[in-house]
């Protein structure tokens, strides 16, 4: 599997998560460039989340006040507090 697959793969995962938890999301795949997941806030905010490798490992990295990131391997924890984040309308 290429990056760009693995980080889709790891989006649309988290994606679920957060679904489960009743936070709406999208992920965005442009013709050229990285796959982003979009988080909605309350107010028409958006959180954006990144799926990054570095190294040998994938992190989860998301866009908010206080900013974040997770190791890719907890998906479900970084769906907690992204969901956390976005319910508060964190969201800079």
Partial sequence: MTSGETRFVLLMGLAW????????SAVALPAHGEAVLNVRCPYGRRLSVLAVQHEEEW??????????????????????????????????
């Fill in 59 to 92: 992190v989860i990295v998301w866009s908010a006040k206080p900013g974040g990131e997770m190791p890719a391997a907890w998906l479900d924890a970084a769906a907690g507090r992204i969901a956390s984040l976005a319910r508060r309308g964190s969201a800079a």
């Fill in 17 to 24: 998560r957060l679904r489960q938890l009743s936070v709406g």
